[in-house]
């Protein structure tokens, strides 16, 4: 029997449209202000509840969640009325109300659906594999699973995909599959490394802990949970942390370190306990009624056990509720209640076929052997026997175990065991000497068959020689080529920072002459005391910054370690910050990459820098704007640059007229996109620049001007 209610689970992430890491205080600040509109409050709410209630205090999350969904249907937004729902349903999944979770994730579906807000069906119909998954129904999980995993991978949302590939996994490990589980989890593991989700990070290792588990090597799966749990704790999720005591206490205790595994596993249970998480709340009780029972506690242990089975049971958890049944048995009998044992382990095997989990099956058979074999029912203990050889899936065991029990329980069904022992050896001698005589037939025609078989060794030899010949010919030439390539791809690049470099040479040196012209009127100037010298100052003072500037953009421009996408976002960044920081102008900013990092030439990331600092220097020194939003994402794609004010705005016909920045002009065409301006006297100004990276034709996006 299995000590442990070790479900071969990992944590359940549930994928969301809003990142973490944002600012808890400002969504609580803008979900308050009511001088906002509607989206802007429900989307801060949506925020503050994943972030700061739900895995910590999910009764709140609900509370916060229901008031979410009501003003939502008030205000006719059924897309944030679905997402009212969805937060529920997670914070009853967190509480461990499995089939609350999926009542409320059925509901939200078809105000997705009705919406047509494809990312949010997605996100929905793999939580909804996960309800399916935990409650047993893992082919229903496997189909519901790889829809909502096409649907992200269109999407190319990769936190989702990550969460999906671990959901997989772990369906995969239940079914024994362990080779294309791993494949799964590091696949993800991969994705949230990537991304630096500590909640994904800490279910990526708590996946991979359970497999090892499964496997039986505790020490890799012991640093895996590990791993969970401090990353679990950084991101404050009570939900996880649970979790990743309750499994670092079954890896203790299987390497014989039972004191410490008790600690983890009452951790455990106070964390699930704070939750209210009723499946964890079942799996901690299940384990420190595994150790009682060791301990020679075993009222105690009974206690624990059926209250676990209670609990598991109310929630619709067969695993746990079988787990709980088949250790409450064991107890029993150490009890010396045997007739009690039997009644509660054939209950244990009812809910086991329903977990459908081959280790919780061959458990449950182990204990019914056990218990008839204590009533002195032989028969029936063979039966029970021989189904816990079935599941153990070893031949060998199988055959060894077979004859123990043969002995203990029928000397009569071992005599003719032994008997059909006999005759197969006896068939065996038969078929042996068939075989040698066979043999002796066919040795004279092997001669002949070597002797085929060297000619056609000679034959395969020369022409294998004269491929391997062939190929490294060709790979010499292919290396040349590959060396005049690399060669003419430098040269192009040196071209392309001596342009840069002039460029803002030119810039520089434009200002380092107008600051010696003010120095010379400074000189000039006699007698008309400060207050004529005061603002000849001040511009040298503000040409000289400028002129710092450029020297920094030329630096930063030349350096070959910049030529990189991100580079490029974080230079931008800060560029933006420290030029309307200087200005006191207010600002917001969205600046970002998705995905890995790379390479970008140097005529590009020139020519998108100097874009977005025109655009930005535009609305600083010209628009008398009091408010600046700049947004600006790259991915593998492409790039969306958009920088917004409200100043004074102009009219559209003299962008038409010619009146705009003809170097801008340029960098678009290079660029191969074009600004997309949407102004009018006194309206402010947006521009929006979108395009795809070299090599694919650039788009333009439409969207409303937001004054």
Known sequence: MSKHFIPSICALVFTHLLAFGQDVDSSRATWQDTTKPDSVRFMALYDLVWADYLFSAPDSAIHFALQMQDEAKQAGSIKYEALGVDLQAAAWYVKGELRKALEFYTRSLAMHEQGGNNESVADVTTNMASMYSFLGAHDTALVLYAKGLK???????????ANDLNAIGRVHMVHGDHARAIEFYRKSLRIMEALKDERGLATGHACLGSLYINQGDYEHALLEHEAALRLAEGSNSVHQVAKA???????????????????????????????????????????????????????????????AAAIAGSADHPFGEASALVGRASALLAL?????????????????????????????????????????????????HERYLVLEDSLMREENQREVIRFELSHAYEQQAMADSLRRQEEQLQLETSHAIELAEERSHRFMLLGFIVVVALFGAGAWSRARHIA???????????????????????????????DIHDELGSNLTKIRLLGKEVSA????GMNALAPMAERMVVLSDEASKALSDLVWATDQH????????????????????????????????????????????????????????????????????????????????????????????????????????????????????????????????EGQWPGLKGRVISDEHDS
């Open 151 to 161: 649907t992200h991978e269109l999407l190319n949302d990769s936190t989702a995909i």
């Open 245 to 307: 005591h309750a499994a670092i206490g079954t890896c203790l205790e299987e390497l014989e370190d039972t004191t410490a595994a008790m600690k983890h596993y009452r951790m455990a249970l106070e964390a699930a306990q704070s939750l209210d998480d009723q499946l964890t709340i079942a799996s901690a009780m299940n384990n420190i009624a595994a150790l009682e029972l060791e301990q020679g506690l075993p009222e105690d242990a009974l206690r624990h056990y059926t209250e």
């Open 336 to 384: 010396h209640q045997p007739v009690q044992a039997l009644k509660t382990a054939k209950n244990a095997s009812v809910v086991a076929t329903e977990a459908e989990d081959l280790t919780l099956e061959r458990d449950v058979a182990q204990m019914l052997y056990r218990v008839y074999k204590t009533l002195g029912r032989p028969a029936e203990a063979l039966a029970a």
């Open 472 to 502: 490294h010919t060709n790979r010499e030439i292919l290396s040349a080529q590959g060396k005049l390539v690399e060669a003419e791809r430098r040269r192009e690049a040196a071209l392309v920072r001596t342009r840069i470099a002039s």
């Open 525 to 528: 100037v006699n007698g008309a």
């Open 562 to 689: 910049n030529d990189s996408v991100k580079e490029l976002v974080d230079r931008a960044h800060h560029f933006t910050i420290d030029l309307c920081q200087a200005a006191s102008i207010p600002l917001l900013t969205d600046f970002a990459h998705e995905g890995p990092d790379f390479p970008l030439s140097p005529e590009d990331r020139h020519d998108l820098f100097r874009t977005m600092k025109e655009l930005v220097n535009n609305a600083v020194k010209h628009a008398q704007a009091t408010r600046i939003n700049v947004t600006f994402h790259t991915g593998p794609k492409g790039y969306l640059l958009r920088v917004q004010d409200n100043g004074r705005g102009f009219d559209e016909l003299d962008v038409v007229a010619g009146k705009g920045s003809r170097s801008m002009r340029t960098r678009s065409e290079r660029l191969e996109c074009r600004p997309i301006v949407h102004t009018s006297p006194g309206e402010g100004c947006l521009v929006i620049i």
